[in-house]
C-alpha cells in the first residue's frame, strides 16, 4: 500500500529504488533494545530526472545514480551505531540520498521486524525534497 501519490514533476522523473533490504541494526528505546541487534528491512525509492524526449537513452551510468552507492549508504548508517527511533535513521538515510545533486525526492522505508510476533512488521516510511536555499 502506497501512503504517498505518484510524483508529479516537471521535469518526469525516473523512480530507482531498493527493496526490501534486511540488515541488522542497533535501533530502539527500550531497555531490552539496548546492547542487541535487531532484524530492519530498509527500502529506498528516489526520483532522478528522466529525458522523455528520447526513445532509447544514453547506456551511460553518468545519466543516473548508482544502486551500489546508495546500499553503501544505507550499509555505513546502519553500522554507524545505536539509534533510537526508526524515524531518525529513516532522515539519515534521506539525506544521505539527496546529498546527491541529481536526487530530486527520496522516501525512505524503516520496517523492524521480529517485534510482535503476530505482526510482520512496524516502521515508518519518510518523503523529502532538498532543501531550497
Not at 70 to 93: K, Q
Request: glycine share 6%; hydrophobic share 45%.
Amino acid at each position: 500500500m502506497a501512503v504517498f501519490a505518484p510524483w508529479a514533476e516537471e521535469p518526469p522523473l525516473r523512480c530507482l529504488f531498493l527493496k526490501n533490504m534486511v540488515l541488522d541494526a542497533n535501533i530502539g528505546v527500550f531497555p531490552h533494545e539496548q546492547g542487541v541487534t535487531q532484524r530492519i528491512r530498509v527500502s529506498v525509492h528516489f526520483g532522478v530526472e528522466d529525458r522523455t524526449d528520447l526513445e532509447i537513452g544514453a547506456d551511460d551510468l553518468s545519466r543516473t545514480v548508482s544502486y551500489e552507492h546508495v546500499v553503501v549508504l544505507v550499509r555505513r548508517i546502519v553500522r554507524e551505531g545505536h539509534v533510537r527511533l526508526v524515524e531518525t535513521l529513516a532522515e539519515r538515510i534521506a539525506a544521505g540520498v539527496l546529498a546527491d545533486a541529481r536526487v530530486r525526492v527520496v522516501r525512505v522505508r524503516i520496517e523492524k521486524l521480529d517485534v510482535f510476533e503476530e505482526i510482520e512488521a512496524v516502521g515508518v516510511e519518510i518523503e523529502r525534497r532538498p532543501t531550497q536555499g
